[in-house]
């Protein structure tokens, strides 16, 4: 059974930095491709970004470009994301995911290819 488990949320300033950090346990993440999403109150959940394991594919939100990056430890099973030049938009719960399909490319961004999922972690950003 994979599990997920974020850690890392918490409160900040507009402006400034945070990381979250997601741990797989069960089994290795390093065949696993790992995304991350987000739903703030009221609001839909949405994609954040996504690394495919199939071919290393890097994808984000254009909400987030240039701001946010992710990245992984493999040795750690471990994915991280790290938040720069946080808004107040970017508040919202933050989940990881996994998955082991072929997950490339535009389907980085869609839920529905993801498997596992964490609990999520709360980002508050304030103005």
């Known amino acids: 059974q994979v599990q997920l488990v974020e850690s890392g949320g918490g409160l900040v300033q507009a402006g400034g930095s945070l990381s979250v950090s997601c741990t797989v346990s069960g089994r290795t993440s390093s065949r696993y491709t790992m995304g991350w999403f987000r739903q703030a109150p009221a609001k839909e959940r949405e994609f954040v970004a996504g690394?495919?394991?199939?071919?290393?594919?890097?994808a984000y939100a254009d909400s987030v470009k240039g701001r946010f990056t992710i990245s992984r430890d493999n040795a750690k099973d471990t994915v991280y994301l790290q938040m720069n030049s946080l808004k107040p938009e970017d508040t919202a719960v933050y989940y990881c995911?996994?998955?082991?399909?072929?997950?490339?490319?535009?389907?980085?961004?869609?839920?529905?290819?993801?498997?596992?999922w964490g609990q999520g972690t709360q980002v508050t950003v304030s103005s």
């Open positions: 690394n495919s394991w199939v071919d290393g594919t890097i």
């Open positions: 995911a996994a998955t082991n399909k072929w997950t490339i490319g535009a389907r980085l961004s869609r839920q529905n290819e993801y498997v596992y």
